[in-house]
């Protein structure tokens, strides 16, 4: 168990603090989603309340090391003053002269913002001068961003060699409450739901968990590379099509079906001839039947009314559901059928504990509007997969034990 913000005093103390702002911006340097900087101001209330002095530090999309005002981090300050009473400020550099004479004049319960890690390549390269650079800014350093978590970078692991106490804010806890903890001894049935493009992608998340859980649903293109598998024809179909992935398919049916395990793969196929918002679809018959195949002109975009119908009974009765992945393409209209009743399903069972993976099933939980209605909804996109893997995260490892 790691250390957390519970575990220190930060009054009159320099706290560091990583978080991730990065936010999604429009042609205009606009945020269109400010959901990430809302999920930090548990952890920086409760450090400005307790007279802390908190220095944020983030990256922001992919300036490759290189100043580009184009990736400035001055909008998420802007933003995150409008959203907390504490005075935020914010200094164009997060190294040098510039940074440091504004961290000197912080005062007790202030927030700066400290300029984009990744305009210095020593932040991805994890270099140890740019770790010391940044860790002289504060007395305590606190890591809350748990997106990148799963990167051994200078602002999540490389800064923990030069400050003396090293915890986890309120977000990353959470993370690890509902994704570990809760996982160590699941509400039975624990059924896993796993949609997204690639078996290949998920073969170690549904290895691992093969352990410990009571069903598998599958959707979204994997779903094809299962049936392709299987023998049969998907038409022009997303899926992996080469021997390998095919292999790694079939070695997961015959682990289910030696485990006595429930391996749901979608009855029938929801598929349509022009990939447009609205274009008329058809389902399959049942998979198994004589006949049922994916026309050669056409490509699975979704799983089908059976699927949903057989689906939604196994969510009904979980008691653990994991969400990871949709079940085809919910981004274009009239193919998001069964991610949004699937999504329907899980939120209408109040009974059970409810995660979503991070990545896609976040957005279509809150863009069909399930989001609040679910117990946990990750943050992380490859930060959760490589915990449900059971890989260590270098930005939690390098953190103080209890």
């Known amino acids: 168990m790691k250390k957390s913000i519970r575990d220190i005093d930060p009054a009159g103390k320099r706290v560091l603090m ?70 935020v400020k914010f200094v164009d550099d997060c190294v040098g002269a510039s940074a440091e004479a504004a961290v000197a004049d912080l005062k007790d319960g202030e927030v700066l913002l400290l300029e984009n890690v990744r305009f210095y390549a020593g932040e991805t390269d994890n270099d140890a001068d740019f770790s010391r650079q940044l860790a002289a800014h504060g007395d305590i350093y606190v890591n809350d961003a748990f997106g990148t978590a799963h ?76 049936r392709l598998a299987q023998g049969y024809e998907m038409g022009n179909s997303f899926a992996e099509r080469k ?85 085809g393409v919910f981004e274009k209209r009239g193919f998001d059928i069964g991610t949004k009743a699937v999504g329907a399903a899980i939120a209408a069972n109040e009974a059970a504990i409810t995660i979503v993976g991070g990545g896609d099933s976040v957005t279509a939980a809150n863009q069909f509007g399930f989001g609040e209605k679910m117990d946990h909804m990750s943050t992380g996109g490859g930060a959760s997969l490589e915990l449900l893997e059971g890989k260590e995260l270098p930005g939690i490892a390098a953190l103080d034990d209890k």
Request: glycine content about 10%; some cysteine; proline content about 6%.
């Open 18 to 87: 990583r978080v991730d702002f990065n936010v999604p911006l429009d042609d205009d340097g606009k945020i269109t989603d400010d959901s990430r900087i809302k999920g930090a101001i548990p952890s920086i209330e409760h450090l400005t309340n307790a007279g802390g002095r908190v220095i944020l530090m983030s990256h922001l999309g992919r300036p490759k090391g290189e100043k580009n005002p184009e990736f400035s981090l001055k909008p998420a300050a802007d933003r995150l003053g409008e959203l907390i009473s504490a005075p």
């Open 243 to 327: 021997e390998e992935a095919l292999e790694m398919a079939r070695g997961i049916l015959k682990t289910a079906e030696a485990n006595g395990t429930p391996f749901h793969l979608p009855a029938d196929t929801r598929y349509t001839k022009d990939f447009a918002d609205d274009a008329p679809t058809e389902c399959t018959g049942i998979w198994g039947e004589e006949g049922t195949a994916v026309p050669a002109d056409r490509e699975g975009i979704d799983i089908g009314d059976k699927a949903i119908e057989d689906f939604t009974k196994v969510i009904a009765e979980a008691g653990t559901v994991i969400w990871n992945g949709p079940m």
């Open 151 to 226: 990167r051994a970078h200078a602002s999540t692991a490389g800064v923990t060699a030069f400050i003396d106490t090293s915890v986890m804010g309120f977000l990353i806890e959470k993370e690890l409450e509902y994704l570990v903890t809760k996982l160590e001894e699941p509400q039975r049935p624990f059924v896993v739901i796993m949609g997204g493009a690639k078996v290949s992608d998920k073969i170690q998340i549904l290895e691992r968990l093969m352990e410990k859980a009571d069903a598998f649903i599958i959707g979204g293109a994997m779903a094809n590379t299962f």
